[in-house]
């Protein structure tokens, strides 16, 4: 069942979907070289360790884009989440319309009570922001659309990822 706004879409536009939707998983070989990092992340992460976090969030992207075999992309962490009347900024994924870079922004800090985010959300929002990337640089589908299939992705690699992680 296609989400509300499909009816608006292009006819190109509602194909990329179409392929989109149609993808459920992916699958990481030996998702347990991952460990380390996620660990690096997760302790970062609690400490409230903006720079290490990073670090390692980059770390962790550079193995997945190497995984898959796409070009890097920058990951900046922030602090505090930006919030307006629509609600909470999680993440933002951000490339050059002639893919000349690529960039993930997540924030670590809720916007409201400025406490750090739980890793698992944390760990959710990167996941998802990368997915973006993935649709573009190694689909190749010019769109990266939330689609079911799109969160069915995100939540294939979740879960090779955290499986035995505290």
Known sequence: MPFAYYKRLKPAQK???????????LKL?????FDPVLQAIQTNLAKGVR??????????MAYLCQTFKIPSVKVRVLEQR???????????????PQG????????????????????KTFLRTILHEFLH???????????????EGFYQRETSLFKQLVRELP
């Open 133 to 147: 990337h993935l649709d573009y640089t190694y689909f190749k589908w010019g769109n990266s659309f939330h689609t």
């Open 82 to 96: 930006p919030s307006k009347n629509w609600g909470e900024l999680h993440g933002l994924y951000q490339a050059h």
């Open 15 to 25: 194909r990329i979907y179409e392929k989109s939707n149609s993808i459920s998983s």
């Open 100 to 119: 000349r870079w690529f960039l993930i922004t997540v924030w670590m800090r809720t916007a409201k009570r400025i406490q750090v985010v739980a890793f």
């Open 51 to 60: 720079e290490g976090t990073e670090d390692e969030v980059q770390r962790f």
């Open 29 to 33: 070989p030996a998702s347990e070289i």
